[in-house]
């Protein structure tokens, strides 16, 4: 027998009941509002997450060992794109985890739910950086496989076997006050602060199981621009003068 009469409804599928639905609720303004906003919002929190994993994050300077480079509570942008996509190179500024026993204990600070929630929030927006004390910036002085030493007869420090001259540290401070001699190992950086007489770097840590070295592993990337305040705005040079004349090992 032939259906061709059958005037029964045909029954539509999910996705089409989904779509008119879609179409209703966009007449009404108000929720038309609500899935705009939702959509931008969903937009900008999945590219902000994908910016602070792959491209760049911020954080804030907790203390004073790289004055007069970064003052207390400059926010710099990093580049996490390094060291796994772009070499870190002598000179640089970076920014890495706890290597093992450098920061001691983090003290915890008991914040309200509502505190939590701004923090992640504005965390994964990148506009505050809740995990900044977690971490530490340094300067880069030797790569693997270079040789550090302190200090040559008019008290610089040596790369390779040749003196550097260093304008970045502050007020002329002695390049440092503690002598050294160390080689670099593989997948590692000696890093100093340019606050000298007052930055707790490798020089200080060569006691513990990292010997003062930071391993590639805890590098979360290298820092390029001082983005706040406004007043201390600038980007961050690696001194390429400096460290031209170091010969590689």
Known sequence: MSLSGDKRPRKQSVSARWRRGFRRARKNWFLG???DFTVIVGTALVLS???KAFLIRSFFIPSGSMLETLQINDRII???MAPEVMPIERGD???FRDPGGWLGAVPTVEKDTLTEVTDFVLGTFGITAPDSAEHLVKRVIGLPGDTVVCCDVDGRIEVNGRAINEP????NAAPSELEFEVVVPTDSYWV???NRPNSTDSRYHQDLPTKGFVSKEVVVGRAFLISWPVSNWNFLTNHP???SVVPNP
């Open 78 to 80: 990093v580049n996490v």
């Open 93 to 95: 500024i970076i920014v």
């Open 192 to 194: 100093m602060g340019d």
């Open 241 to 243: 003068e400096t460290f």
């Open 168 to 171: 970045y540290i502050r007020n």
């Open 33 to 35: 509002f609500l899935i």
């Open 49 to 51: 997450v994908a910016i």
